[in-house]
């Protein structure tokens, strides 16, 4: 845990033992309750945020049913929670309490597909995002592993998912990775990992069908190296898509269009290597970037205006950062 100065530096505050490799993290919206993904591991711990200095207790380790557990999703009403096993390629969901703790395992759901091309990568259903729409009543989870985007059914009275048909595919060997949705347009924008490619696709709130209209490279055309593209998040006024690129190392930001298109990107250097997750500030004008083989978080000031990012002086060392969430606790 770390506490950020007016003048944007971290200082450490305290750290948490818990179980191995905490490699995502979400709250509640109360900013109680912290929830980590063990990707080593079969886990999803809840952990307790002190509202007066923001420490963390560790509150209970729940079984997913799974192993290799990469992404969590609360849904909108925050009555359940919802996990990613990528390696067993499943879907777990746990009903919640009022006091943040979980209760059992409400379902798990074995995703099914033939694996992609890319043998070394697709040995069969990999999930690597479950993701609620705005209406909460759907989740679209991309499967890197069979280049399928699982559309599914939640109902929040019981907690149960349900496919809502046949899932869309992606291209060959481009291994869907993580997606997020516009907050205005019926349109959803997707990176693929393996490819490194994203695609922009329309969305239709009633079936969570997505229908491909643009598919672009992250990567500019003088680029001959591998490259993981990682992480894709939207700025604050959904004016710019930014995408994380593992081997150019490299920040991508995309102007989107009144229609939802995007424009050519600019590329800025992540000053690090693999980084794999990256978020804005609460404010929207600070980008921070996890990357995790330098061990390193590299602060970016952004212009909401023209999408540029600047380097700033903050470079934070701490090991293999893969996950970052702010919380107001210990502001008063």
């Given at each position: 845990m770390f506490d950020i100065a007016a003048d944007g530096s971290w200082h450490l505050i305290d750290t948490t033992a818990t179980a191995p490799n905490p490699s995502y993290l979400i709250t509640d919206s109360e900013e109680r309750t912290l929830y980590a993904a063990h990707g080593d591991g079969s886990w999803v711990s809840a952990l307790r945020i002190d509202a007066n200095t923001g420490r963390l207790r560790?509150?209970?380790?729940?079984?997913?049913?799974?192993?290799?557990?990469?992404?969590?999703?609360?849904?909108?009403d925050e009555r359940h929670l919802v996990a990613a096993n990528y390696a067993t390629g499943s879907v777990a969901v746990f009903r919640r309490r009022s006091d943040g703790r979980l209760a059992a395992r409400t379902q798990l759901l074995d995703l099914t597909g033939q694996p992609g091309p890319v043998h070394s990568d697709q040995t069969g259903p990999h999930p690597h995002e479950v993701r609620f729409d705005s209406s909460g009543t759907h989740i679209v989870v991309p499967d890197k592993g069979t280049d399928r985007l699982h559309r599914l059914r939640y109902t929040a009275s019981s907690g149960w998912l349900s496919e809502l048909g046949p899932p869309v595919r992606a291209a060959p060997g481009a291994g869907p990775r993580h997606l997020v949705y516009h907050p205005r347009l019926p349109m959803v924008y997707v990176v693929d990992e393996l490819s490194s490619h994203l695609g922009v696709c329309g969305y239709d709130a009633g079936s969570a069908n997505l229908t491909l209209v643009q598919r672009v490279?992250?990567?500019?055309?003088?680029?001959?190296?591998?490259n993981a593209a990682a992480e894709v998040i939207l700025d604050r006024d959904a004016r710019f898509v930014h995408v994380s690129n593992r081997g150019h190392e490299s920040v991508?930001?995309?102007?989107?269009?009144?229609?939802?298109?995007?424009g050519a990107p600019v590329f800025t250097s992540v000053q690090g290597r693999e980084p794999?997750?990256?978020?804005f500030d609460p404010a929207g004008t600070a980008l921070y970037v996890a990357n995790q083989r330098s061990d390193t978080i590299?602060?970016?000031?952004?212009?909401?205006?023209?999408?540029?990012?600047?380097?700033?002086p903050t470079v934070v060392a701490t090991g293999s950062p893969s996950a970052i969430v702010f919380t107001r606790a210990g502001i008063s």
């Open positions: 560790v509150l209970e380790h729940y079984d997913t049913g799974g192993t290799n557990v990469v992404h969590l999703a609360l849904s909108p490279s992250t990567l500019p055309r003088e680029f001959a190296g591998e991508a930001s995309y102007p989107i269009t009144s229609a939802g298109f995007v794999r997750f990256m978020n590299v602060a970016f000031d952004y212009s909401p205006a023209t999408g540029a990012l600047r380097a700033c």
